[in-house]
């Protein structure tokens, strides 16, 4: 059975609910693209029931903090932002009463980018609930302020512990450093070179785009941004900042480990992914020259269906 097979089976079986599209790209061409319909959110702003099409801008919630990193590393290269190993709190010195808590002095950008800040952070709950760090983050009117006086739950550089907050943070350090706002920069540094012309991105409640969830492109631009991380960074993103990027640094689950804002599978065939409530993936398969875009909107609910879609393609 082949790929475009298998992805049928998925769809006609009712194993992949509230899908809304899937870009394939193989060897750096689109060879698969499909789209359904459902009720969509903007954030959990609620947009009723969309048909979705080639042209329809989707959430990409959390696989924002991917391209992130992206955009990190951008301006890394240019000399716009402090190498990883740099000082955290030393970035916002706006907030000298946190820098004087001895729990945090020796924080780093680092521990931002790989998610082991060791700050009491839980984005258990939904993502409409104040409870939810994230949303009060969002809430909040200072959002870097939200994050940097979060209790220290244990030392830094452990232990992974999921954290929009971290993204944020890393947002703010791209937009200070570039002097302009990060979608702003991803539009001119990322975007623009890749031709993406349509894009937006949600802002919070203090006016700053959303870093860890507010993306929203096509699937096939957020495929075309997979086949950049595959192609090595093309000159767009430095190469060496991909390989550190890329590198499995913190365990999570047995082979299933993260680097810099990106997922890394550690098995025999290894690969990257961005991974984003309600179903949202962008997966990066060297070995079979594979880049698989998903979009969902089971917002706050399985996103089984979209792995069974990844799976299917990949024939795993």
Sequence with gaps: MGMDERVEAVLRDGR???????????????????????PDHRLGEPLGHVTFDRDTLHDLRSVSKSVVSLLY???????LVPEP????????????????????????????????????????????????????MELAPDRYRYVLERPV????????????????????????GTGRPVEEYAAEALFGPLGITDFAWTKGGDGVASAAAGLRLRPVDLAAVGQLVLDGGRGIVPGGWLREAL??????????????????????????????????????????????????????????????????????
């Design 85 to 136: 190993g740099a000082g955290l709190m030393a970035q916002f010195p706006e907030y000298p009463d946190l820098a004087e808590d001895p729990g945090k002095a020796h924080l780093t950008i680092e521990h931002a980018l790989t998610m082991t800040l060791g700050l009491d952070w839980n984005e258990d709950a939904p993502y409409t609930s104040p409870l939810n760090d994230e949303i009060a």
């Design 153 to 176: 739950a244990e030392e830094a550089g452990k232990r992974w512990r999921y954290c929009g907050g971290a993204t944020a943070l890393l947002g703010g350090i791209i937009a200070r």
């Design 16 to 38: 992949a609910p509230g899908f809304h599209g899937l870009v394939v790209m193989r060897g750096g061409e689109v060879v698969l693209e499909r789209y359904g319909a459902g």
């Design 73 to 79: 590393g951008i301006a890394l290269g240019d000399g």
């Design 247 to 316: 590198r499995s640094r913190v365990p999570i689950d047995g082979s299933f480990t993260y680097g810099y804002q990106w997922y890394v599978v550690d098995e025999e065939r290894r690969r990257v992914q961005g991974r984003g409530n309600g179903g949202q993936l962008l997966v990066v398969e060297p070995e079979e020259e594979l880049v698989v875009a998903v979009t969902g909107g089971n917002y706050d609910q399985d996103s089984a269906g979209s792995h069974a879609l990844v799976a299917a393609v990949l024939g795993l």
